[in-house]
């Protein structure tokens, strides 16, 4: 099956940093999507991004399918964006999600 | 927006009991419901999926006579983890897909056997 490798898999940074986190899938996919898990567990759609470049806010997301990457940037962090950081990739968009092994961020004052 | 409710959200069964976990699309039909699991610090694995009238396609190593997945209706779908044990303590999270909706996730069960 498709292997997701994610890096770093931690992060400490302080308020106001910005900081770039990588994806790493194995095989071409039709669905890639970044999410933010909560410290309580909710996962939070970040973006749809199976190819190109998106922005939102201080998030923006850019995937080079053809090299099989993905990579999401932060800027001006917060300590609200502490948590989990997950990509996941499918073959289309209702195929079965598989979850990177994450990043998990942390944001201190 | 589209909502799953996932319901309970915490759990504390004793060894050998089973508990159900029920997820239900509120505001549209889930075709396709994904059950994922996860452990303390690791990443979401996929259990199972289930579509709705049809049995469920298990992932290897999942056992399927004790992880009963019940997909009987386009807006509920169940999960049954039967005479529980406690490595089966986890976090379980669905997630229900419909047509051009992508993939909605409920809050999550914490589940702790003891």
């Known amino acids: 099956g498709i292997q997701v490798e994610q890096s770093p898999p931690d992060l400490i940074l302080q308020e106001g940093a910005n900081s770039t986190l990588r994806c790493n899938f194995s095989?071409?996919?039709?669905?890639l999507q970044w999410f933010h898990q909560n410290p309580w567990g909710q996962l939070i759609n970040l973006f749809y991004?199976?190819?190109g470049t998106k922005q939102n806010g201080r998030l923006s997301a850019t995937t080079v399918a053809t090299e099989r990457y993905s990579l999401l940037y932060i800027s001006s962090s917060q300590t609200t964006d502490s948590g989990v950081y997950f990509c996941?990739?499918?073959?289309?968009?209702?195929?079965?999600?598989?979850f990177g092994t994450g990043t998990r961020l942390q944001v201190f004052p | 927006g589209a909502v799953v409710s996932q319901h309970p959200s915490r759990v504390i069964c004793k060894s050998g009991t089973s508990v159900k976990i029920e997820c239900r699309s509120l505001?549209?039909?889930?075709?396709?419901m994904f059950w994922y699991r996860q452990f303390p610090k690791q990443s979401l694995m996929l259990m199972a999926t289930?579509?709705?009238?049809?049995?469920?396609?298990?992932e290897q190593g999942v056992e399927k006579d004790k992880f009963l997945i019940n997909h009987a209706s386009l807006t509920l779908s169940t999960l049954t983890v039967t005479s529980a044990h406690p490595e089966d303590s986890s976090f379980y999270i669905c997630?229900?897909?419909?047509?051009?909706?992508?993939?909605?996730f409920g809050s999550g069960t914490r589940l702790t056997v003891v």
């Open positions: 289930s579509n709705e009238g049809s049995k469920a396609t298990y």
């Open positions: 095989d071409s996919v039709n669905n």
């Open positions: 991004i199976p190819s």
């Open positions: 505001d549209f039909q889930a075709t396709t």
């Open positions: 997630s229900g897909a419909g047509q051009e909706l992508g993939y909605t």
């Open positions: 996941a990739v499918g073959r289309d968009n209702t195929d079965k999600l598989i």
